[in-house]
Structure formats: C-alpha cells, structure tokens
C-alpha cells in the first residue's frame, strides 16, 4: 500500500534531487547537439576512447580475478586481522583520487617501495598504459568486492556445506553454488567496477600521466579539452554521462534483489 511521504521529508528529498539533476542537465544543455558527431568521432577521442576501453576491460578482468577471492574470504572465512583487511579493500573508495595516485607512485613507481624489483624484471609502470591499468584497478576493485560480499554475507553458507557434503572438491562449490546464487550482486559489482575504471582520473594523471595514445584515457581528454575548447570537453563528457547512465539503467534493482537464503 503506497503512502504519501510527509512534507517535511519530501521537500529535502525533492530538492536534493534538483541539486544531483541540475548539474547534469547542464551538461545536456550546453552540448554541442549539430556538431556532436563530428566532434565524438575526431581522431583524439576516438583514440582516447579506444584506450578508456583497453584500460578498463583489463581493470575489469584483474579485479574479477583478485577481487572474486577477496570477497569469498572476507565473507566466509574467520581470520585475524580481517577488519583491517576489509578497510584495505575499501579504502581507495574514499581516499582522494589524487592520493590515490601519490599512493600508487610511492608504492610502485620507480623509487616506490616496489620499484627496484620491478625495474629488475623490466617492468615500469608509471607513465605507461599498464600504468593507467594498475590505477584504474586500484580505484574501481573496491566497487565489486563490496557488491560482492555483502551478497555472500547475506547467502546461507547450508548451500556451499551441502555441495561439500557430496565430494564436491573445494572450488567446486564456489563454481557452480556460490557465484550463480550471487550472480546479481557479481553482475552489479563487475558493472560498477568496469564504469569507475572507465571514468577513473585523479589517480592515472597522477601515477600515469597525460600521455596521448598511452595513458590519456577520455576523462583525461575532457581535462585538456576544457582548457581550450569547452564545447568538446563537454560533448566526451556527454559521452561518459550516457555510458555511465546506461550502466546504472540496465542495472536496476540487481544489487538489491533478494537472495535466497534457505532451501525451502
């Protein structure tokens, strides 16, 4: 049964949604319509475009492969030092991105804690695509691993004990019980991972840089077109705007849809 909402919460609610809306029509406004696809379709943005996908296809794949694990154990296992643990993984979600990215230098840059044994193997990552890759991993991984655990917190562990209980090996039961129960809070948070590495900024500029063709991803080009052409940073703005709109549209109600947490 539905119910009016009382004056007093309706109005801060109505004006909180005009102060998150306002912004955004702005941007709607103020494109750039009778040239916007001559301008989405220049060479630099398209070049920026294909990068922001490289970078955050790979952001996506690594944080799948690390993430999955860090949120199974956070989860389900009970282990000294798991609070701190789960502030790790949380935390790039809060820092500054800028941070993020002094961060990032001083932990794998060159004279980073990190970086002469990596220069030994060849590897340098600041100012290098994979560079922009580890930065968009560091600030979107955070995304999936909440989504993620608070799906398994909220399934009955009877499910995965039961598929143990009939010779299933360790892993089984994560592959065939675990994930497809948690299959809506996997998609929402491998979404929302994918998007944030997409409009990742602070931390790649920082520990990556503002190369052309290597580390200049679109937010990284709407920051130079805004110094010299408005009109363009806000049509690649338009751009991320609508990716970002679509991913939260198809998304709808997953991360909020109901588990089943026993068997009846």
């Not at 001559?38 to 996908?53: D, I, N, W």
């Not at 009955?156 to 039961?162: T, V």
């Not at 929302?192 to 190369?211: D, S």
Request: with cysteine; proline share 9%; net charge positive.
């Amino acid at each position: 049964m539905s119910r009016r909402p009382p004056l007093l919460l309706a109005l801060p609610a109505l004006l909180a949604v005009a102060f998150l809306l306002l912004p955004l029509l702005g941007i709607v406004a103020a494109a750039p319509w009778s040239a916007l696809a001559g301008r989405l379709t220049a060479p630099a943005v398209t070049e920026a475009l294909g990068l922001s996908l490289l970078v955050s296809g790979w952001a996506l794949l690594i944080s799948l492969l690390l993430g999955v694990p860090l949120a199974w154990l956070l989860a389900r296992a009970d282990f000294p030092g798991r609070a701190l643990v789960r502030c790790l993984a949380i935390l790039p979600m809060v820092l500054p991105p800028t941070v993020a990215g002094v961060a990032l230098l001083q932990g794998l840059g060159r004279r980073g804690l990190l970086g002469g044994p990596l220069e030994a193997l060849g590897v340098t990552l600041p100012f290098s695509t994979a560079g922009a890759v580890v930065a968009a991993v560091f600030v979107s991984m955070p995304f999936l691993v909440i989504s993620l655990e608070g799906a398994l917190t909220g399934l009955d562990p009877h499910f995965e004990e039961a598929a143990a209980t009939m010779g299933a090996g360790p892993l089984r039961p994560l592959r065939s019980v675990t994930l497809p129960m948690t299959g809506p809070a996997l998609t929402a948070g491998a979404a929302l991972c994918w998007a944030r590495a997409l409009g990742e900024f602070g931390a790649t500029i920082t520990f990556a840089g503002n190369l052309p063709g290597t580390t200049q991803t679109l937010p990284l080009k709407v920051y130079l077109l805004l110094q010299d052409d408005p009109a363009g940073a806000t049509a690649v703005s338009l751009l991320l705007l609508a990716i970002a709109a679509a991913v939260l549209f198809a998304l709808r109600g997953r991360w909020l849809g109901p588990l089943r947490t026993s068997p009846d």
